[in-house]
């Protein structure tokens, strides 16, 4: 199992609950030593050497766990994804009357917070040698995909009715339109969570069944 594919659910299978909250535990440690090592240095310097020795375990421990340096950056940005995305899920769900507040609400809240949150911000302040940069833009797709099925499972829980197709197409557009206003902003969140649902309003108002 890749390490995406671990941080997104892994299957259920022979793993007993102590065995899973250790594996657990062992993550959410080493995630912890990579964003200590990333306050003092950008991506491209650490190693896994480095991640390992800060969270106290051995290198092969951590490559055993995410099988490459790659797929531990993935499973990081993923991981601080999910420090705020469950916030971004209530924004959705606070507004069930008016999917296209709803729809706005979430994105201002997404830009907003992701504007704020420390690792995010060394992430959007790479010039391209720090190395991040690529794990939501060129080589983002693993994180696309996490975030379009969150994003759709929490519209489909407010708005049932919605067809599936509409939903996902809805829920990759605004991930990707999200990504893009993180990595490279030109108005306030408020001001571009409002020029995207009304872009998308026409859209929002049949799938998900608007006034």
Not at 65 to 90: D, K, P, Q, T, Y
């Amino acid at each position: 199992m890749t390490a995406v594919a671990a941080t997104m659910g892994a299957m259920p299978g022979a793993r007993t609950p102590y065995a899973e909250a250790a594996r657990e535990l062992l993550r959410q440690t080493l995630f912890g030593a990579a964003r200590d090592e990333l306050e003092k240095r950008p991506w491209s310097e650490v190693t896994m050497s480095d991640i390992a020795a800060a969270a106290g375990v051995s290198r092969q421990t951590l490559y055993k766990e995410f099988g490459s340096r790659n797929e531990f950056g993935l499973a990081l940005v993923i991981n601080e994804g999910e420090r705020f995305l469950g916030e971004v899920e209530v924004a959705v769900l606070r507004h069930v009357d008016d999917p296209r507040a709803a729809i706005g609400a979430a994105l201002e809240l997404f830009l907003a917070t992701a504007g704020e949150d420390p690792l995010i911000r060394m992430l959007l302040s790479d010039d391209g040698s720090g190395g991040m940069l690529p794990f939501v833009t060129t080589r983002g797709m693993p994180v696309v995909q996490w975030a379009t099925a969150r994003l759709a499972a929490t519209i489909e829980e407010g708005w049932p009715q919605a067809p599936k197709a509409d939903v996902v197409l809805l829920s990759e557009s605004l991930v990707r339109l999200a990504i893009s206003y993180i990595t490279a902003p030109t108005e306030s969140p408020d001001t571009t969570a409002s020029a995207v649902a009304k872009l998308l309003g026409p859209f929002i108002d049949r799938a998900l069944g608007g006034a």
